[in-house]
């Protein structure tokens, strides 16, 4: 596991922003983690790269303790923050450019690295642009360019596309699929918008800093929703019948063929998972 948190803890004062947590973070998975505002998600990205000191807890990332050994973990991580850190005034290759410089690189090796960014971000055609003068979604491809500087094996994307249009959304989780694809490095999102995760091979539910439930997608979907039949009849009456599998469909069609206008199922979704888990309901569950 590249990833490992065990029984973490963290308070603000009497505040506890994360109560015991425990997950693990498979090397070359895409894990999301899942929750809404104030839920717990970035305090513990935070504390996950270093940012942010632990109350209590064993967390490791690439076999590193966070606290003994944050400078070895910075050099294993890329992160993409809410809130970007690129220098408005320079140009995104000024941008990265200095980034590069950070990690000791120079010469040959600096430029190389800088390319390589452009290239796989596909950010060339406004590298020489001002970074503040930028579309929301060039801005955010900007972004991820400067955490890919020094190749990192980890890639932390904290709520990358709030505020974003959906097109540009779909277009910037395309450029990370295939950046994943390619590298091979891990991928760690927290996010609010559910089909972000919903290609995840993990995802994690946290509310008020515990964690509900974790799983695969459609372990998730099995375990906290159901899909939905739909029958429209000729009367113009509709049947609805909640089902655990897609199979206990058939007989109840069959019972109502002859009379039947519409049939109509409707998949669980990780929304539905996501609602039945952070209602006011406790308890902590597991999938898989």
């Known amino acids: ?29 895409l894990f999301s983690f899942l929750g809404t505002n104030g839920a717990g998600k970035s305090t513990t990205i935070n504390i996950l790269t270093t940012l942010l000191a632990k109350t209590s807890g064993v967390v490791t990332v690439g076999g590193i303790d966070v606290v003994r050994g944050a400078d070895k973990v910075r050099k294993l991580i890329g992160v993409v ?46 590298s020489g642009r001002q970074y503040q003068k930028l579309s ?42 295939e950046l994943q694809a390619a590298s091979g490095m891990t991928v760690f999102l927290t996010t609010h918008y559910m089909e972000e995760a919903a290609d995840s091979d993990e995802v994690v539910v946290i ?7 974790r799983g695969a997608p459609l372990e998730l979907k099995t375990l906290y929703c159901s899909d939905m039949l739909k029958i429209t009849l000729e009367s113009g009456e509709y049947i609805e019948h909640k089902l655990s599998n897609t199979v206990q ?18 998949n669980g979704t990780l929304d539905d998972v996501f609602l039945s888990l952070t209602d006011s309901k406790e308890g902590i569950g597991y999938a898989g």
């Open 207 to 213: 509310h008020k800093g515990v964690i509900k439930a």
């Open 249 to 266: 469909a058939l007989p109840i069609i069959e019972k109502y063929k002859d009379k039947i206008v519409n049939v109509e199922i409707i």
């Open 136 to 177: 929301g979604g060039q801005r955010r491809r900007a972004d991820i360019a400067r955490a890919l500087i020094h190749a990192p094996k980890i890639l932390f994307l904290d709520e990358p596309t709030t505020g974003l249009d959906p097109k540009t959304r779909r277009d910037i989780w395309s450029m990370i699929r």
């Open 81 to 126: 923050f809410q809130d970007s850190v690129l220098d408005p005034l320079l140009t995104v290759r000024e941008n990265l450019t200095i980034r590069a410089s950070l990690y000791g690189m120079s010469g040959i090796k600096l430029k190389n690295a800088v390319d390589n960014a452009v290239k796989m971000t596909d950010i060339s055609d406004f």
């Open 1 to 29: 596991m590249i990833i490992q948190v065990e029984n973490l803890y963290k308070s603000y004062g009497g505040i506890e922003a994360v109560r015991g947590i425990s997950f693990t973070v498979r090397e070359g998975s």
